[in-house]
């Protein structure tokens, strides 16, 4: 009797094994499976992450101040103005810059922002950035790819900010400024001004 109620514990445990490994496949499929389907076709996840993963990290991580990405005299065209304060982060590999600035006519400060991602770890920023899943929903994207290695623009309706993510060589720039910005007002703007960024750090790097 004993041994039978020992084997029957024995398969017991077996089966309660067996359902937990189930269960821990099917919660992993559930949370991966209808990302594709939720998200709008542009751009997908899996041709993001296809798109990237044969490109090689840049050669170096930099470490360049914001003065140098963006000079004070190119910024000042680009908003109008000259800015309030500069709110800066740098270190190898990533450069943060979000300028602080109140448009002519304008009582209240916007923000222009620029990042600029450098190094090994700059594919995998990459690919977590431009999942749409880390988007915010309802927003119209709009691909660079005729621009840059790859690339995307939308207008967060909220803020009436322009973002802007772009890939090119191994290296990941990143913009909001507002949306009506009028040296960035079009795509092809928008693309001249990443052209110039872009040659910026590969001279650096």
Do not use: H
């Not at 309030?84 to 300028?99: E, F, I, P, Q, Y």
């Not at 690339?151 to 507002?178: C, H, M, N, S």
Request: proline share 7%; aromatic share 8%; charged share 15%.
């Amino acid at each position: 009797m004993r041994r039978g109620f020992a084997l029957l514990s024995v398969l017991l445990t077996a089966f309660a094994l067996i359902l937990l490994g189930a269960c821990g496949g099917g919660q992993s499929a559930a949370q991966t499976g209808p990302t594709p389907a939720a998200i709008p076709p542009e751009p997908t996840t899996a041709v993001t992450v296809g798109s990237v993963t044969d490109q090689p990290a840049a050669s170096a991580a930099l470490a360049i101040p914001c003065a140098e990405l963006v000079p004070a005299d190119e910024l000042q065209r680009m908003i109008g103005v000259t800015p309030d304060s500069l709110m800066d982060t740098v270190m190898s590999g990533w450069t943060a810059c979000n300028w602080f600035y109140t448009p002519p006519g304008a009582s209240q400060q916007e923000a222009f922002t620029v990042q600029a991602y450098t190094g090994e770890e700059t594919l995998v920023k990459w690919c977590m950035d431009t999942n749409p899943a880390n988007r915010l929903a309802g927003v119209t994207v709009s691909s660079l790819s005729d621009y840059v290695q790859e690339g995307y623009t939308w207008v967060i309706p909220e803020g009436k900010l322009r973002a802007v993510q772009a890939l090119q060589d191994g290296r990941y720039i990143f913009l909001r400024f507002p949306a009506d910005t009028p040296t960035l007002s079009s795509e092809s703007q928008i693309a001249d001004y990443l052209t110039v960024l872009f040659r910026r750090l590969q001279e650096k790097g």
